[in-house]
């Protein structure tokens, strides 16, 4: 291959001209670095050098502050700029990047059966789920939030196995769309040496959080006195559970095998 690159001429940054004691693939979403030296359980993910930014250690002493808007789920302004979904993501991965975002290690599954160790960098992946996920967490209730991640983990399962355009898959991403329709909001964040620290959540008309509602302090949206019926009711299944024999009010670490 790098002989393929010298003749035709093409640069590249990705491979260097001495061997590597890795290989490495990439996209604009991302790259993995996998085999030879990182193979070993014992050679520390610090042996790659990164592509798409910084370890946090290299990254800049002071905050970097970004701010995005997101419409149905996707990014379509960063920074107050518009931006295309491939703009969205080409920024995210330069900003990201520098602050030292998106580095992670991980043993996968493979279809096989077998393990796969790999370095992975995904630094505008990284930052826009972080943002999203600030969206998503004011928009949906309990059960869609539930809903939502057994979703994505299908359909991210089904894309790794070379399975996207089933049926299930299809089913999957339709229904991400129908849940994606109210997560409109603008996210600020700020970036630290491989930290992402919230800083606020605005323009969000489908939130339902509201402090009136949710304060500890003080609500105007419930009364007190009501969480005695509330107990009551909810207990109900627990009592049935206890009279057949089903509830065991002893340890559950009692009951297992000393360590030795």
């Not at 002071?62 to 295309?84: L, P, S």
């Not at 304060?215 to 207990?235: H, I, K, R, T, Y």
């Amino acid at each position: 291959m790098l002989s393929y690159l010298e003749n035709h001429g093409i640069g590249h940054t990705i491979v260097s001209q001495a061997k590597k004691r890795y290989s490495t693939d990439a996209n604009i979403l991302g790259l993995s670095n996998e085999a030879e030296d990182l193979e070993s359980m014992q050679t520390p993910m610090t042996i790659v050098n990164p592509v798409m930014g910084n370890w946090p250690k290299d990254a800049p002493d002071k905050q970097e502050e970004i701010e995005m808007r997101f419409e149905q789920g996707r990014c379509v302004k960063i920074n107050g700029k518009a931006v295309t979904a491939f703009e969205a993501l080409t920024q995210a991965n330069q900003i990201a990047g520098r602050n030292g975002i998106g580095l992670s290690q991980a043993l996968e599954n493979r279809i096989l059966g077998t393990k796969s160790r790999g370095v992975y960098e995904a630094p505008g992946m990284v930052l826009l789920a972080e943002a999203l996920k600030t969206v998503y967490q004011a928009v949906l209730d309990r059960r869609s939030t539930n809903l939502f991640k057994f979703l994505s983990t299908h359909v991210s399962d089904q894309v790794y196995d070379g399975r996207y355009f089933d049926p299930s898959t299809r089913c999957a991403i339709n229904a991400v769309w129908e849940l994606a329709e109210p997560a409109k909001g603008t996210v600020k964040l700020g970036l630290y040496k491989g930290h992402m620290n919230f800083l606020s959540l605005t323009d969000c008309p489908h939130s339902f959080y509201f402090e009136e509602d949710s304060s500890m302090e003080a609500s105007s949206g419930l009364n007190p006195a009501s969480s005695q019926g509330f107990l009551e009711v909810s207990s109900v299944e627990a009592k049935s559970m206890a009279k057949a024999g089903l509830i065991d009010y002893g340890s559950v670490w009692s009951k297992r095998r000393k360590l030795q």
